[in-house]
């Protein structure tokens, strides 16, 4: 099939990538022409495991291509993906200027039907605005062509977006659009393996899909974090207490890890416009609403530990910190719990020395001008000489460092472990003091 996506940022190339894999034709659209310019050349402009090879060979293939002409964009697919950006804006609800300004885009080209799918996350009635937006553009051009606009909402996760793209758990289209079902059915068919795969549902039911498996999974983290910081003050350990309550089939196993908050592109985004779009339809979240609140108050959690270990004032104190990224995987820094830890730990009038497999030239950007912080390339040469470790993120190097070396480079040998990685007889073991979150 010919697909055009417009936007190649994290879900656009991944989707455009991965559609161009199992044989179609894609042309992939944005107005970044230095994006564009690195894709033509064979860079990838993100992070994410196993995508540069996967661009290569459709590339290679002449399956995947790139451009900033918006017209032969609109001209080449029947599937027009939208996938731009969804900032949040000043109050917290989705920026849909993007959005709307792609669909405009393909109301002005098109020259016969298309199907305008909406890929980007995007709040409950989206989808009326891109079809108001295609008619208003047609309507100028004295055109009536037919189209149809899908919701088709990504559940990606970084670190592991082929794969999700790939083998989907379930794939949702909102239409009610018979010849539009067709078409999306026809693209989705190489991926729905053995099993039907397809959940089609009216528009606004998988617009709100989205957001509400976001907003279930962040509920889920808080609510063990809130639990983690109860267990400390009982007496209990969050990781017994999470094996005893994940074999109930109805809770499961996943998503119940308590750390140091969670971050990233989507949860604290999309948590965020769901109580924004709720309060704006009369009816508050009152649950979401204290998710995100002790998500805000878990991010400190690990300053406060080392506060009361070290003392409130921490100049002088070099804290080695072992990972910048939100999760493993990616070199994405947005709301990541460690941007909350370094600040804090700044303000105190701490020294920062980081390491991260992948991440920290992002964290050099964000952090640009800041004379405090040193970025390392070894785990160990930031313990080198600090006061005590703190970790955010559990890449899989820091599963079993060497305990004993650590207890000789730092000054105070302690651990502040903000993703619980280790048993805590095993540090201890080797004389270091070790803090969890919500352990023993
Ligand atoms: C998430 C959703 O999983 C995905 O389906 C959606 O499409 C986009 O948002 P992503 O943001 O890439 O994906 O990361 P994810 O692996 O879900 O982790 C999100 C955050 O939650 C991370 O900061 C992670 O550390 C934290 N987390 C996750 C926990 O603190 N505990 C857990 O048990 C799981």
Known sequence: MKITVIGTGYVGLVSGTCLADVGNDVLCLDVDAEKIRILKEGGIPIFEPGLDAMVKANV??????????????????LLQFIAVGTPPDEDGSADLQYVVA?????????????????????????????????????????????????????FLKEGAALEDFMKPDRIVVGTEDPRAIDVMRELYAPFQRNHERLLVMDVRS????????????????????????LSERLGADIELVRKGIGSDPRIGFDFLYPGAGYGGSCFPKDVQALIRTAHAAGHDLKVLQAVEDANDAQK????????KRLGEDLSGKTIALWGLAFKPNTDDMREAPSRVLIADLLARGARVRAYDPVASHEAQRIFAGETRIDFVDKPMLAVQGADVLAIVTEWKEFRAPDFPAIKALLKTPAIFDGRNLYDPAVPRRAGLEYFAIGRL
């Open 300 to 307: 400190s959690v690990l300053t406060q530990k080392i506060v």
């Open 102 to 154: 792609a669909a405009r885009n393909v109301g002005r080209f098109m020259t016969g039907y298309k199907v305008v799918v909406d890929k980007s996350t995007v709040p409950v009635g989206t989808a009326d605005k891109v079809q108001a937006a295609l008619a208003e553009e047609l309507a100028a051009r004295g055109e009536s062509i037919d189209y149809s606009v899908v919701s088709n909402p990504e």
């Open 60 to 77: 290679d293939a002449g399956r995947l291509r790139f451009t900033t002409d918006v017209e032969e964009a609109v001209a080449h697919g």
């Open 206 to 229: 998988a617009e709100l899909t989205k957001y509400a498996a976001n907003a279930m999974l962040a509920t889920r983290i808080s609510f063990m974090n809130e639990l983690a910081n």
